[in-house]
């Protein structure tokens, strides 16, 4: 069972290379479950991707149930750098030009400028964060 510090999904393997596995699993927002879930139209769920490093200690199969494992850490380290630090940079931003003298539309296209370039610096620096978010599998119970 898994506990506070890990992020668990259950997933369907895809496809088993020697250095990949591909797992999907179905992203659910919280209200995905709820039994009124058809009728609002707020729940989202989606099919997602996701790339595990092979590991040969567990025989896998494709079209085997595994559960993907994150570190909870790991989860929280990329809520930061997705929406916390953006929304700290635009903010800065725009206080920052308004405080120059600037109109607030200008201060408003600049704040915006600045988080687009914060996503690019982030797009540049994928590989690396790639290498820190691995995930693991375990077969199902």
């Known amino acids: ?3 506070k510090e890990e992020i668990t999904h259950p997933g369907k393997i895809l496809e088993i290379t020697p250095s990949q596995i591909l797992v999907e ?8 479950a709820c039994h009124a879930s058809g009728l609002c139209g707020l729940s989202d769920s989606e099919q997602k ?9 567990d025989n896998y199969s494709v079209g ?3 559960d993907v ?3 909870a850490s790991m ?3 990329a809520v930061w750098l997705a929406y916390c630090i953006p929304l700290v940079v635009l903010i800065t931003v725009i206080f920052t030009a308004l405080k120059s003298g600037m109109s607030e539309l200008a201060a408003a296209l600049l704040g915006i400028c600045g ?3 914060y996503y690019f610096v982030l797009w540049l620096k994928r590989d690396r964060l790639r290498t820190e978010y691995n995930f693991i599998i375990r077969k199902r119970l």
Do not use: Q, Y
């Not at 996701?50 to 200690?57: E, K, W």
């Open 49 to 57: 991707i996701i790339s595990v490093p092979a590991s040969f200690r």
């Open 75 to 77: 989860g929280h380290k």
């Open 64 to 66: 085997e149930e595994v």
């Open 115 to 117: 988080a687009a370039l």
């Open 69 to 71: 494992v994150l570190k």
């Open 25 to 32: 699993i179905e992203a659910r927002s919280a209200c995905a």
């Open 1 to 3: 069972m898994a506990g």
